[in-house]
Each structure stands twice: as structure tokens, then as C-alpha cells.
Nanobody, 125 residues
């Protein structure tokens, strides 16, 4: 079982940047897909971005393309989400999650089997 810990959330003004980190322990990220999701009160958890550990292929929701970048650091067993040009509508709790590589990168939350505790991102206008 892998344990995921997110960090890096906070309060930022619109147009600003934040970098979230997701560090795994108990099992390396290798052969998995790591995704970022976000959730606001009363809403479902939505896909933001994902990275396939082997090869580093990345995937993004349309709402964040060109603003967010997902990357990985093999040595630190950590996945990052660099968020630039933040907007108030990006305000949410952000979660990282993983699923085993099974030939596809999923964007649906139920497909991911390990989750972090979440980190709050608040963007003020």
C-alpha cells in the first residue's frame, strides 16, 4: 500500500502561482499513473492532470491546459503540480492519487486506488 502526502497549498492572489507536491512512501510511483484532482464543497472530485511515471507522458483537463504543469522527480519519488496564472475558480482542495498502469491513463476518480489527504488552494480575486 502506498501513502501519499500532498503539500504546497495556500492562499494566492489571482494571476499568482503555487506548486503542489505529492510524495509517495511505502511503494514507489514506478509503473503507476499519478493524477491530480480537485474538489469544491458539494461537487464531485474533478480530474486536473496526470503523469505516467514511465516515459513521463502528461495529460491535462482543458480548464488548466497552458497554465498547469505536472512533472516528476524520480529520485524524490515526488510528483509536482505547478500552477500558474491562477484564477478564483481554481479554488479547491487538491488531491493526488495513483492507479496502476493498465494500458490507459484514467481521468475518473474511482479508477484511482490510493489518495492523499488533500491540500487547500485558495485564489483571491
Amino acid at each position: 500500500q502506498v501513502q501519499l502526502v500532498e503539500s504546497g497549498g495556500g492562499l494566492v492572489q489571482a494571476g499568482g502561482s503555487l506548486r503542489l507536491s505529492c510524495t509517495a512512501s511505502g511503494r514507489p510511483f514506478s509503473s503507476h499513473v499519478t493524477g491530480w484532482f480537485r474538489q469544491t464543497p458539494g461537487k464531485e472530485r474533478l480530474f486536473v492532470a496526470a503523469i505516467k511515471w514511465i516515459g513521463g507522458f502528461t495529460y491535462y483537463a482543458d480548464s488548466v491546459k497552458g497554465r498547469f504543469t505536472v512533472s516528476r522527480d524520480n529520485a524524490k519519488n515526488t510528483v509536482y503540480l505547478q500552477m500558474n496564472s491562477l484564477k478564483p475558480e481554481d479554488t479547491a482542495i487538491y488531491y493526488c492519487a495513483t492507479h496502476p498502469w493498465q494500458g490507459a491513463v484514467y481521468t475518473s476518480a474511482p479508477k484511482f486506488d490510493s489518495w492523499g489527504q488533500g491540500t487547500q488552494v485558495t485564489v483571491s480575486s
